[in-house]
């Protein structure tokens, strides 16, 4: 199973949190993790808020309107 870092890692570097890396996410962050994971998803928290990384599920709403 895939690191929190990991999964960030790719979002930052295409600018997207696809639906499938945000349940991943749920799921990581239901366990145990260490800090470097923890900073790193607060790293996603803040681009996705200054709009550096868009997230898929917020996408599809917006645009089905």
């Not at 979002?11 to 349940?23: F, K, M, N, S, Y």
């Not at 260490?34 to 997230?55: C, H, I, N, P």
Request: glycine share 4%; charged share 25%; hydrophobic share 45%.
């Amino acid at each position: 199973m895939a690191l929190i870092r990991e999964v960030v890692q790719q979002a930052l570097i295409t600018g997207l949190l696809t639906i499938e890396a945000e349940d991943q996410l749920r799921q990581l962050l239901s366990t145990k993790y260490d800090r470097e994971d923890l900073r790193a998803f607060m790293t996603l928290q803040t681009a996705a808020m200054a709009g550096s990384v868009k997230q898929e599920s917020r996408c599809c709403v917006s645009s089905a309107r």
